[in-house]
């Protein structure tokens, strides 16, 4: 598996629901097309809230990672 | 001599701050705000205004006559901060030194960053623009309303959900309820920030037959065609559209690199401390906490920002930390509401919509100027 470079790293460890989504939101929004976001959440809602939000809004999931005390989500701007 | 303390900003957090440091200091501290217009504005009042149920002559009062005589007061605009030589430069020339700065200088919107907003749009974010709505409203013929978010962070969260409520019954009295629709267009997955309380609200959205488009975060409108699309991909059409403006931080905190990358101070979620600078304190809009952008928020913070001050000039320990407290009223229309009590560690468990809240609200809302500012409530 090729790595994937995040040009972003958003650390909302610690942030409650829907900190870390409005915070990939906002980045997604900032971002170019091709920008790969990652964002680390320690929120037990991010884990559904946010694959929600990328299936609606037609980005791209690359890869969930779940530690012990949060979860690494990798995005990929698609559109 | 006397420490120097500087506020930027007259709102709830400003003047609230201003005043207890003055207080707890006493001839120890010598405390100055800054503000660019001199007025205090109750920006909670501009919903009221738009709906017809205020006048805007309430909203707006002389900042001086709000703030203990001995702080001292300059009606102009902060350019750059120093942290270095620990300077505040005013607009019109000259600077001001300090000892110790709060930053609270809120929130600045941003219409310019959604392609058509402006032509587009309206909103209830600023005293011209309630008034503009207001007109608008008075004149609808009946149509579809859409209330949008376009963009996150904003103040005063509950305002688009309250906005839709009181809409739905002011259509009801003008008597084109029947020929209006009205969307409620959420940023979110559900129709509030918080979970506990979306789940009271949206049962009575759906009761009053008021829509809600979820994940819909307003990427542009066309004025041409009333159409307004998402960074999601959807679009809503419309004959009046209601948008939260985008949001940033003050100019000033970003001419003096003392923000993020939208303006907001980086700050201890307890002290409110810059997490870069000693002498700096922030509260209100002007963090960068994930908490509600209100004027509660700065309410509870004012305390924590004196006491931390105080405890640091006379070299003692602060009595006062801040524990993510906010407390907010959500008006649901047809003279009832509920309200939003939380902190860091508690999430909100909002009673049921009834008249008495709604009262207090009003009756909060009347004791403002004679209560907030002086500290008279807690």
Known sequence: ?79 | MATRVIVLGGGVGGTLAANLISKQLGSDGHVTVVDPSGMHVYQPGFLYVTLGQANGRWLAQDERHLLRDEVDMVIDRAIRVDPAQRTVTLDRGGSLGYDYLVLATGSRLAREEIPGLIQGSHDFYSLEGAIRLREALRSFPGGRIVMGVAGIPYKCPPAPVEFVFMLEEYLHKRGIRGKSTITLASPLNRAFTIETTSKLVQPILEQRGIELATFFNVEAVDPDKNVVTSIEGEELPYDLLVLVPPHRGAKVIEDSGLGDERGWVPVSRATLQHEKFDTIFAIGDATNLPISKSGSTAHFEAPVVASQIAARIRGTTAKENYGGRVMCFLETGHRQATTIRFDYEHPPVSPRPSPLWHYAKWAFNRAYWVTVPQGRVA
């Open chain 1, 1 to 79: 598996m090729i790595a994937v470079q995040p040009v972003k790293t958003i650390d909302a460890r610690g942030m409650a629901c829907p900190g870390p989504l409005m915070a990939l939101i906002g980045a997604i929004r900032q971002g170019k097309v091709g920008d790969v976001i990652e964002a680390w959440s320690s929120d037990a809602g991010s884990r559904t809230d946010i694959p929600a939000w990328v299936a609606k809004a037609k980005q791209e999931l690359v890869s969930v990672v779940e530690d012990t005390r949060y979860a690494k989500f990798t995005v990929r701007k698609a559109r």
